[in-house]
C-alpha cells in the first residue's frame, strides 16, 4: 500500500520562505514522478510543479523563479522550496505519486495514482 506523507507547511509572511517535504513508501521511489498540488478555498485543485525519476521537473507559470522542487531517491522524499511567497500561494498543498518507467512527469491530477493528506501554506500580506 502506498503511503504519501506531506510536512512542512505552515504561516509566513509575504516575501517569506517555506519548505514542504514528502515522503512516500510502499512504492519504489526512484521509479516514480512526483507532483505538488495546490487547492485554494472555493478554488480548483492546480497544478504547481513536477518532478520525473531522474529529475525532469515541470513548473506552473505562476510559480517559475520562486519555487525549486527537488528529490532525494535515498530518502525517498521529494522537497519543493518556496520563495517570495505571496498572499496568492496561499492553499492546501498536496503531494502526488505515479510509478512509472518513464523520465518526464505532469502537472495533470488525474495522472496520479497516489495522494497524500496536504499541508497548509498561509502567506499573510
Known amino acids: 500500500q502506498v503511503q504519501v506523507v506531506e510536512s512542512g507547511g505552515g504561516l509566513v509572511q509575504a516575501g517569506g520562505s517555506l519548505r514542504l517535504s514528502c515522503t512516500a513508501s510502499?512504492?519504489?521511489?526512484?521509479?516514480?514522478?512526483m507532483g505538488w498540488f495546490r487547492q485554494a478555498p472555493g478554488k480548483e485543485r492546480e497544478g504547481v510543479s513536477c518532478i520525473g525519476r531522474i529529475g525532469d521537473t515541470n513548473y506552473a507559470d505562476s510559480v517559475k523563479g520562486r519555487f525549486t522542487i527537488s528529490r532525494d531517491n535515498a530518502k525517498n522524499t521529494m522537497y519543493l522550496q518556496m520563495s517570495s511567497l505571496e498572499p496568492e500561494d496561499t492553499a492546501m498543498y498536496y503531494c502526488?505519486?505515479?510509478?512509472?518507467?518513464?523520465?518526464?512527469?505532469?502537472?495533470?491530477?488525474?495522472?496520479?495514482?497516489?495522494w497524500g493528506q496536504g499541508t497548509q501554506v498561509t502567506v499573510s500580506s
Open positions: 510502499g512504492l519504489t521511489f526512484d521509479r516514480a514522478a
Open positions: 502526488a505519486a505515479r510509478a512509472t518507467i518513464s523520465t518526464d512527469c505532469a502537472l495533470t491530477r488525474p495522472w496520479y495514482t497516489d
